[in-house]
């Protein structure tokens, strides 16, 4: 495929690169890029084959270079703030694997996030999406007694056979894309909501580090089994766990959403609880959650109350994997015979640059032989709510991730993300050969002595 090269406009000499511009009507100026941002780019073209909606659609500017070029041209005023670019916007997956192919070390997605901002207040979306984004993210994942509520009605949806029945019937196929989301609706565990927020749980035999776990929302709701696994490892390597109470979600739905000031809203009840806790790490389990948590200096940085206090946080966050390589196994672990193989959640390998970690921590596990996966670090299609979004273009790529998965033979596909479990959990049904997907912290957890 051809590569095309095409010039971007940078501000002109009596603006010189680095200064901050006016910034145009409707654009926040505190989310408002450097021009040395946008600048960075060189149009080289090696984030081209690393980006999965131009390897899917070969568009260029469904690439990360042709969509720094439209946001330039947007913010000079000499490309239209229109459908057109919000829908180049909108089916960007945001998983920032340009740039561990950047040369240049561009940080696309805070350019992606910001262009989302923009577009959150010039852009007049549909009435109908326009109330569905309120309720998903101001009703849903920020408030938890209305999560608790969702789970309990789908648990009962779920646990009273209509579930399976409705797919029995084939009815949803009559409804083509209803019928793929379906698919991907999270099997609720009982009891729904993982139960132990503002509890601390001691350190089994001698305490060598005590730690705060951010349970998120989502995960508080599909996954209370993998948070409770999470809790029982960290005890067995020597850790007391906070779960400190007031935590909420982490904020980067909103944030990948174009909704910076609920996110900020969030990000700040979430310093506010943890600060309450002397801990000497903060952890999650969520790739996703952890890339966001971890540029809460970035997301507050214009907050004089807050910056500070966010710097702080952001230093003390680290993902699960990356915290317990860190300190060293000590649990007593049984063999798991097995072959497993690991997807890269994007936001580990490209956002926090974590690879060799959760590869360690499986290979570290008696009995368990791990295969390395073609195309590991290439997106699966979860990334946040494109699955739900963008359904088609996310099936695609998670056909394409199975067929990956296939070719090793493995028994179990290990991540390290919650919607990566979820997808990859459809593409085994759909796609796959029965697969186990597990987060890498549960098959700690399954080893233990």
């Known amino acids: 495929m051809s590569v095309p090269s095409f010039p971007i ?16 009507s409707g654009f926040s100026a505190i989310d408002r ?16 084959n690393e980006c999965p909606t131009y390897r899917e659609l070969g568009v260029e500017m469904d690439s990360p270079r042709g969509r720094i070029y439209q946001m330039v041209q947007v913010a000079e005023g000499r490309l239209p703030l229109g459908e057109s670019f919000v829908r180049h916007i909108d089916l960007c997956l945001d998983c920032r694997a340009c740039e561990t192919a950047c040369p240049s070390g561009v940080e696309y997605g805070k350019l ?4 989302r901002a923009q577009i959150e207040q010039q852009y007049r979306r549909p009435l109908l999406e326009r109330a569905l984004r309120r309720l998903a993210f101001y009703h ?25 029945l409705v797919r029995r019937s084939g009815l949803l196929k009559q409804f083509g894309r209803l019928g793929a989301l379906e698919e991907l609706t999270p099997q609720i565990e009982s009891p729904t909501f993982f139960p132990q927020i503002g509890k601390v749980f001691p350190a089994r035999g001698k305490r060598r580090y005590r730690v705060g776990l951010h349970a998120g929302c989502i995960a508080n709701l599909a ?22 109470a007031g935590q909420i979600c982490c904020g980067a739905l909103p944030v990948h959403a174009g909704l910076r000031e609920l996110a900020r809203d969030l990000a700040r009840r979430n310093i506010e609880a943890f600060s309450k806790e002397p801990v000497d790490a903060i952890l999650t389990n969520a790739a996703g959650c952890g890339s966001t948590l971890k540029e809460y200096d970035h997301l507050l940085h214009g907050d004089t109350a807050w910056a500070e206090k966010a710097v702080e946080f952001a230093g003390r966050m680290k993902d699960v994997t990356e915290f317990l390589v860190e300190i060293g196994l000590v649990q007593k672990m049984r063999p798991l015979a097995a072959t497993v193989t690991y997807q890269d959640s994007c936001h580990l390998a490209h956002g926090q640059k974590i690879r060799k970690q959760p590869r ?27 699955n739900i979004t963008e359904t088609k273009l996310s099936m695609q790529l998670l056909e394409k991730k199975m067929e990956a998965v296939n070719s090793t033979g493995a028994e179990i596909v290990a991540t390290a993300n919650p919607g990566c ?15 186990q997907v597990l987060h890498v912290v549960e098959l700690l957890d399954r080893a233990r002595g």
């Open 33 to 48: 890029p450097e021009w040395e941002d946008y600048s960075r780019c060189i149009r080289c073209g090696l984030c081209l």
């Open 421 to 435: 479990i979820l997808q990859l959990r459809a593409g085994a049904k759909l796609y796959g050969k029965g697969q």
């Open 223 to 244: 996954f209370a089994r993998l948070q409770e696994a999470t809790v029982r490892v960290l005890q067995e390597n020597g850790c007391e766990v906070v779960v400190p």
């Open 360 to 386: 360690e921590l499986l290979e570290a596990v008696p009995g368990l032989r791990f295969v390395e996966m073609p195309l590991a670090d290439i997106c699966c299609g979860s990334a946040g709510i494109y």
């Open 112 to 115: 992606v996030e910001a262009a």
């Open 9 to 24: 406009s940078l501000p002109s000499d009596s603006q010189p690169a680095g200064s901050r511009p006016e910034a145009p």
């Open 140 to 164: 849903l994942i920020s408030k938890p007694s209305n999560l608790k509520l969702a789970g309990f009605l789908l648990r009962c949806y779920q646990a009273s056979g209509l579930q399976e």
